[in-house]
């Protein structure tokens, strides 16, 4: 079982950079890939990005490769996504997720553990 906590969310100005940050509970945290996805009201909940269980490999959604990076810190449990150069279509509900494979990482349906979302607001 894990259990996530997203923070970091806010306002912020197009161009400007957040920092998300995902907690999770659990003792097998390094085990698990761990996924970005975000949700813009009216809109289907898209993958953002993904990172394997060791931090080696990553993968981005076409519409934010280049400014966003992923990374993971295993002795604290916790992933990270840095948003730069955020533009207001960046808008939406943050989600971290877990998934015992890197098979699809873009794959909503392969996470089994969800966060609560931040909410992350880009003004134009």
């Known amino acids: 079982q894990v259990q996530l906590v997203e923070s970091g969310g806010g306002l912020v100005q197009a161009g400007g950079s957040l920092r998300l940050s995902c907690a999770a509970s659990?003792?097998?945290?390094?085990?698990?890939?761990m996924g970005w996805f975000r949700q813009a009201p009216g809109k289907e909940r898209e993958f953002v990005a993904a990172i394997n269980w060791s931090g080696t490999s990553t993968y981005f959604a076409d519409s934010v490769k280049g400014r966003f990076t992923i990374s993971r810190d295993n002795a604290k449990n916790t992933v990270y996504l840095q948003m730069n150069s955020l533009k207001p279509e960046d808008t939406a509900v943050y989600y971290c997720?877990?998934?015992?494979?890197?098979?699809?990482?873009?794959?909503?349906?392969?996470?089994?553990?969800w966060g609560q979302g931040t909410q992350v607001t880009v003004s134009s």
């Open positions: 997720a877990a998934t015992q494979d890197y098979d699809f990482p873009n794959d909503a349906s392969r996470y089994s553990y």
């Open positions: 659990g003792r097998t945290f390094s085990l698990y890939t």
